[in-house]
């Protein structure tokens, strides 16, 4: 029976969720968003077609998010947010229950770890698997973690930073902050309220983030038009951002982050920090995508570290790489139900 199970890996993100089938690469790409109807309290619609409704819904619709800071925050949208994915994924003619491993950030409790299990078993799998972002971004990022060899990867997402040192294939040092891509985006939202008496959205923010943002300030600013609403007048207004400016107003937060990786490094043994002086740190996820990262990275730290080849992948190839090899990685890093 096994041999006809279907496997999926899922990268859970509190900004999207990701689905990886071996043999095929990465089959879905969609926001961890549901929209639900405050009035029946029905599921309307789930990814992609939710997000477009952030912001935009009527006062009977509220698109939100059940993952807060890569944890389950609402149970039963999680359930039917994977069971959406997992069919999706499949195809409606599987009728095979499918195997699943899935993400969960490094610093996740045993009660959370199990809540991902139940929704996923709940969902449809036939059996399910959790296994820590680092090691999977490690994975996925073409790093050979059994090796005796101290690695560092620094998984940078939209809920939370997951920093960890990898050796023998587990984790020796790691810590997981709930400070990432979201938070960047907030901390523009309240210094574009707080300079320019301007409201902007989510959506825009993070637009000002991808298009002009930058961890360390530059020299040659990037600019860009930003339409928002006059908090004095109530009228739509268009505003000028340069780069330094979203590098000032994201300033606490990458702080915050850079604390994360610092952290970790003071707490990794000696022989394999020197290890991580000769490989540097590995930057990967999304937001690790921001311009400049890995200088900031080296400003604060004084190691040199390179963003992953395809940053944004790691983790959902990592699951699949994982599920490939389940045997392999058996020690590192499956916690069976």
Known sequence: MASFSPKLGIDLGTTNVLVFVPGRGVVLNE??????STET?????????????????????????????????DYRVTEAM?????????????????????????????????????AAAKAGASNAFVVKEPILAA???????????GRMVADI??????????????????????CAGTKLDRAIIDYVKRKYNLAIGDKTAEEIKITIGSAVPVNEELAMAVKGRDLVSGLPRTIELKTNEVV????????????????VLQETPPELASDIIDN???????????????????????????LAQDAYFCVARGTGIALKHLDTYQKSIISKR
């Open 139 to 149: 994975i996925g990022a073409g790093i050979p973690i059994q090796e005796a060899l």
């Open 248 to 263: 000032q107003a994201m300033s606490r937060e990458l702080r915050e982050m850079m604390g994360a990786i610092r952290k």
């Open 41 to 73: 309290n029905k599921v309307l619609a789930i990814g992609a077609e939710a997000k477009a409704m952030i912001g935009r819904t009527p006062d009977t619709i509220t698109a939100y998010r059940p993952m807060k800071d890569g944890v389950i925050a």
């Open 157 to 178: 997402g939209g809920g939370t930073i997951d920093v960890a040192v990898i050796s023998l294939g587990g984790i020796v040092a790691s810590t997981s902050v709930k």
């Open 280 to 306: 540097g740190i590995i930057l990967t996820g999304g937001t690790s995508q921001l311009r400049h990262l890995p200088e900031l990275v080296f400003r604060r730290t004084g190691v040199q570290s390179k």
């Open 31 to 36: 926001p961890s968003v549901v929209a639900v």
């Open 82 to 118: 994977l069971r959406y994915f997992m069919r999706k994924a499949l195809g409606k003619w599987n009728l095979f229950k499918p195997i699943v491993l899935i993400s969960v950030p490094a610093g996740v409790t045993s009660t959370e770890k199990r809540a991902v299990i139940e």
